[in-house]
Nanobody
Framework: EVQLVESGGGMVQSGGSLRLSCATSGFTLSHYDMSWVRQAPGKGPEWVSAISPSGGSTLYAESVEGRFTFSKDDAKDTLYLQMNDLKPEDTALYYC?????????????????????WGQGTQVTVSS
């Protein structure tokens, strides 16, 4: 059974940092593209970042480029999202998600419709 479990969220002041984790099980992490997606209150899901199966390539939304870093440890089956210089507009529920095996190409990696398994989310709240 595929499972994704996020942790590490919390409440921080503007300019602060948090590191999110996503523990995975039930599949081989090094075989899949993975992403972080967030959803702010009253808004639709927003793709944040992706990492390639090898971990050698990462992509970021413009809104987080230079502030967030996506990494993973295949030996621990865990993903990480280091978030620095947090802003109030980063407030959201953050999900990790596995891209479906049938999906391919970087052109559509931002499409949430290509992700087949999601965690339950972890809340990040940034106060001004």
């Amino acid at each position: 059974e595929v499972q994704l479990v996020e942790s590490g969220g919390g409440m921080v002041q503007s300019g602060g940092s948090l590191r999110l984790s996503c523990a995975t099980s039930g599949f081989t992490l090094s075989h899949y593209d993975m992403s972080w997606v967030r959803q702010a209150p009253g808004k639709g899901p927003e793709w944040v970042s992706a990492i390639s199966p090898s971990g050698g390539s990462t992509l970021y939304a413009e809104s987080v480029e230079g502030r967030f870093t996506f990494s993973k440890d295949d030996a621990k089956d865990t993903l990480y999202l280091q978030m620095n210089d947090l802003k109030p507009e980063d407030t959201a529920l953050y999900y990790c998600a596995r891209r479906a095996a049938w999906a391919a190409g970087v052109e559509t990696i931002r499409s949430i419709h290509e992700y087949d398994f999601w965690g339950q989310g972890t809340q990040v709240t940034v106060s001004s």
